[in-house]
């Protein structure tokens, strides 16, 4: 009745719904009880936490978001106020035009990985993808290079082609960060890691290539998660009106946002900056 008093005079709503108007009116203004509050204060901390995160949390990273913060809440609870509230995380979409192009005159390397994207330290496992980005003026392409061991975003660039040079220079970047020593780079066949100039930039930086089957998203899953979480919080959310628009905008959930801040469940609910910075010095107090 509250929420529809703009609407409905009282005295109809009471009479169809067979309660007292007096009845209605006593319960309006009547204080509310501990728990009631207690919500109210959580959904203002959830509603917080939520918009921080560019709507894109749903209960569980809120909960561990909170929790962070030294704050302790049941996961139903929240999960019932962010209901009650309308507050949703992303979902995930995934279409779009085929970025994989095999080159059948190419020697595809080995495939060293075999499904298994576990890593004890950094450096050790690369992988690496290539996804769209939709413009009003054309499609742009981004290349990923991602660290297994903490799912951060090592190397990326983006272009509006599909040659070799996009894979490179996102290889370059992640070369240029990380300095890896005999790491496995792994991807799918596709023309733009099957080149001769991959290979050999791979081979005069001590890189080993390592290619999964074609045709299976399994052979390089951690990728494509990026990708859906890309496509859910950013891609499906934004329409871009010109390329440099899009690249600002990949620039800051990359850099700004994936990396530095979003909660993963794979990482214990912590970003992989934070992960990373944990983790290395427990190995370095080893």
């Known amino acids: 009745m509250s929420a529809n008093q703009a609407i409905f005079p009282v005295a109809a ?4 719904l067979g309660v007292s108007k007096a009845g209605f009116y006593a319960w309006l203004h009547r204080p509310w009880s501990a728990h009631a509050e207690a919500d109210a204060a959580l959904l203002k901390r959830i509603k917080t936490v ?7 949390y749903g209960a569980p990273r809120v ?10 809440h049941g996961r139903k609870r929240i999960a019932r106020l962010m209901r009650n509230a309308g507050l ?43 996804t769209y980005v ?68 791979c081979g005069e930086a001590g890189v080993r290539p390592s290619m999964g089957s074609v045709g299976d998203a399994y052979d390089n899953a951690m990728a494509e998660s990026f990708f859906s979480t890309l496509e859910a919080e950013l891609l499906s959310r934004r329409r871009f ?30 970003s992989p900056m934070t992960y990373e910075a944990e983790m290395q010095k427990v190995l370095d107090d080893a």
């Open 134 to 201: 939709p413009t009003a003026v054309g499609f742009l392409y981004l290349a990923v290079v991602l660290d297994a061991w903490s799912r951060k975003i090592v190397g990326w660039s983006m272009a509006n082609h599909l040659r070799a040079e996009l894979v490179l220079d996102a290889m370059e970047m992640a070369i240029g960060q990380r300095r890896p020593k005999d790491v496995i780079h792994h991807s799918d066949q596709g023309s733009q890691y099957t080149s001769m100039a991959f290979g050999k930039r």
């Open 88 to 130: 949703v995380g992303a979902s995930h979409r995934h279409s779009g035009p085929t970025t994989t192009r095999r080159d059948k005159n190419a020697r595809p390397a080995p495939d060293l990985v075999d499904r298994n994207f576990t890593a004890t330290a950094p450096n050790q496992l690369w992988v690496a993808d290539i």
């Open 63 to 72: 909960h561990a978001e909170l929790r962070n913060h030294g704050q302790s």
């Open 241 to 270: 009106n010109s390329q440099a628009e899009a690249r600002m905008a990949c620039f800051s959930f990359i850099e700004g946002w994936y990396n530095p801040v979003s909660l993963h469940s794979g990482l214990g609910y912590r």
């Open 13 to 16: 709503m009471a009479r169809v």
């Open 50 to 56: 939520h918009a921080s995160s560019r709507k894109t």
